[in-house]
Structure formats: C-alpha cells, structure tokens
C-alpha cells in the first residue's frame, strides 16, 4: 500500500464550494479593515475621540477575522488572495470618501460597509451549511463578530 497522502473526497468538494464563499468575504474584511483605518485617521467633530478608537478597534478586529477566513481557506487546500488589486476589484463594497469626515458621517460609511458585508456574510452562512459545517462556523464567528461591531458603532450615531 502506498504511503502517498490522498486528497480525501471532502476535501475536493471543500475546493469548488467552499472557497466561492470564504475568498469574496475575505475581500471584503480586508477592505473593511481599510475602510474602518482611512475613518480611524481622518473622523472629525466633537465625537473625534470615542469614533477615532471604535475604528481602530474595527481595523483590528477585521484583520483577525480575514486572517481567521484566509487560514481556512488554506486548510481547505485553496491559496488565499488577499492582495491589494484583488480587493480593489472584487470587494464590491463603496469606496471611501477623500479627505476629513465629520463623526456622523464616517460613522455612518463605516457601518454602511459592514452592514452590507454581514448580509452577505448571512447568506454564505446559510449555503455553507450543507456544505461544510467547519467553514460555516468560521462565516458564523466573522458574522456574530461584525453584527456586535456594528451595534456599538450604531450606538455612536445620534
Ligand atoms: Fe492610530
């Protein structure tokens, strides 16, 4: 008998529809992590200080959870693409504004953009359960995450 490793046939099913619904959400938390550290340095107003750390927090949490999504697709046997075009490209998410924004404002950009990356988020969840519950529960992780962020910056907005 061989001693060769075997791909084993999950994980060949894993490849074709798993990966269609991490490698879009991985764009999207780079890009969230972008959009929330452009708002960290240019929010403005009197909600400055509480805005300017809620976004930072945000960065950081959306860098762990796109780590989190690309070391899946990896286990999966897909080579993760986190790179800058092809998150320019294939986020699909608004881009932000030049410049200074007022609190409101960035506030309300911010929790645009995660608003719309949960939806989506919720729907991978929903088709991944047939699929691969292990994905799943790394979509649930991110998603559960991103509806707290958003709750606490939606709080923010008067
Ligand atoms: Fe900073």
């Known amino acids: 008998m061989s001693s060769a490793v075997v791909e084993a046939p999950e994980a060949v099913a894993s490849v ?29 107003g009197e909600l400055f200080k509480p805005l300017h750390l809620e976004f930072d927090e945000i960065t950081e949490a959306a860098r762990g959870w ?10 999966v046997g897909v080579a993760a693409d986190g790179r800058a075009t092809s998150v320019a490209g294939g986020s699909g998410l608004p881009a932000m504004p030049d410049g200074k924004l007022d609190g ?43 509806e707290k962020q958003l709750w606490m910056l939606r709080e923010q907005i008067p």
């Open 16 to 44: 074709t529809s798993v990966a269609p619904e991490l490698q879009p959400t991985l764009l999207e938390l780079v890009d969230l992590s972008l959009v929330a550290k452009q708002a960290h340095w240019n929010v403005s």
């Open 66 to 75: 796109a780590d989190d999504v690309a070391e899946r697709l990896e286990a």
């Open 104 to 146: 409101p404002v960035a506030a309300r950009l911010v929790a645009g953009t995660m608003g719309e990356i949960a939806e989506r988020v919720r729907g991978r969840i929903g088709r991944l359960g047939a699929v691969d519950p292990l994905s799943q529960d790394v979509l649930i992780e991110v998603g559960r995450g991103l």
